[in-house]
């Protein structure tokens, strides 16, 4: 374990609220990446980014935002839009592609109040 | 586009029996495929991929272009390989592109 933390592990978030989870890698990865696992749905990929400054929308992007200033940091926004958003969201890295060994993070719950 | 299917959502086995856990894909190129584990209270994680041609933890998986399958064997199954399963694909052939998921095998091993 280590090398990819998330905070924090359990989230609420109230209606019409914006929410903020966090991914920070001390691995030296290029690219990382935001999923969300659902009973029955396997990971779905929210947004991912290649390099620093850059990042493209998965296949469940709509109501989600990122940002990729630091090669260590590629937080989560959760927006009001998201009309769904009680899941478990899961950050990973590789070192440069995703051909290659993605690493996980241990996951955030959020849970809507 | 790729697509993975795991046909499976539910596996159970009595320990020391074989176990297999099947991955379909569809994908017009040379794909690259993964299984990926995730343990009760662990992070998911890599268990194999195709291209190192590994065993880990007893588990082989070999790719078949014809079936377009990567189907997961152990021909012993152990209470500890209890776990989530994930079959993933990566296309090659197209850059900048990412990794696709199946929807995941439970996979539980009674003693």
């Known amino acids: 374990d280590g090398g990819i933390t998330q905070s924090p592990k359990y989230l609420f978030r109230k209606e019409g609220q914006n929410v903020t989870l966090s991914c920070e890698q001390n691995?030296?990865?290029?690219?990382m990446y935001w999923y969300r696992q659902d009973p029955g749905q396997g990971l779905r990929l929210i947004y991912y980014?290649?390099?620093?400054?850059?990042?493209q929308k998965g296949d469940i992007a709509e109501g989600y935002s990122v940002s990729r200033e630091k090669k260590e940091s590629f937080p989560l926004t959760v927006t009001s839009a998201q009309k769904n958003p009680t899941a478990f969201y899961l950050c990973?890295?590789?070192?440069?592609?995703?051909?290659?060994?993605?690493?996980f993070g241990p996951g955030t719950r959020l849970l809507v109040l | 586009a790729q697509r993975v299917t795991q046909p499976e959502k539910l596996l159970s086995v009595f320990k020391g029996a074989p176990v297999e856990l099947k991955c379909n894909y569809s994908?017009?190129?040379?794909?690259?495929l993964f299984w990926y584990v995730q343990y009760s209270r662990q992070r998911l994680q890599l268990l194999l991929r195709?291209?190192s041609r590994e065993s880990i933890k007893g588990f082989t998986a070999d790719l078949n272009k014809g079936e377009t399958s990567f189907h997961l064997k152990k021909p012993f199954a152990q209470e500890e390989d209890s776990a989530m399963y994930y079959c993933?694909?990566?296309?090659?052939?197209?850059?900048?592109?990412?990794?696709?998921f199946g929807e995941g095998t439970q996979l539980t091993v009674n003693p």
């Open positions: 990973a890295s590789s070192r440069t592609g995703a051909g290659e060994t993605q690493y």
């Open positions: 691995l030296n990865h290029d690219a």
């Open positions: 980014s290649q390099i620093v400054n850059d990042f």
């Open positions: 994908y017009s190129g040379s794909p690259e």
């Open positions: 195709h291209i």
């Open positions: 993933a694909l990566y296309p090659r052939e197209t850059s900048g592109s990412r990794l696709t």
